[in-house]
């Protein structure tokens, strides 16, 4: 079964190219709209919810990444459970634009 993303270029290959660091720093943007967007259009942040995991599927999908594999998994579980359940894990905005702004700077000064 094909999906449809909404990534496509990224989908086609190009995802792979990219650092684990700018993976994880692109989904972290996807998650800080989620945020932003959640105070003001739910179905905005909905759509960039599903962005992140899309992305975020991608890097697990991604072979260099297999060594992070639990970490990304878990990963994908806490971010599920933060926006569409019942947060069992305490998690915040705050926590999560914590998580993804070490990986944002470790992108940018190309760790």
């Keep these: ?3 449809n993303y909404q990534h496509k270029a990224l989908a086609l290959g190009k995802w792979n190219n990219l650092t684990f660091m700018e993976q994880m720093a692109n989904i972290g943007s996807e998650v800080e709209r989620t945020i932003s967007w959640s105070k003001k259009n739910a179905d905005y942040s909905r759509q960039a ?3 992140a995991l899309e992305l ?3 890097t697990i999908a991604d072979k260099k990444n297999l060594l992070r594999l639990k970490e990304l998994a878990r990963l994908r ?3 599920a459970d933060y926006f569409l359940f019942d947060n ?3 998690s915040s905005d705050k ?3 914590d998580y993804f702004l070490a990986f944002n700077y470790a992108a940018r000064i190309k760790a």
């Design 1 to 3: 079964m094909m999906m």
């Design 49 to 51: 919810f599903e962005r």
């Design 56 to 58: 975020l599927d991608l």
């Design 77 to 79: 579980e806490v971010l």
């Design 88 to 90: 069992v894990y305490n």
């Design 95 to 97: 926590k999560w634009q």
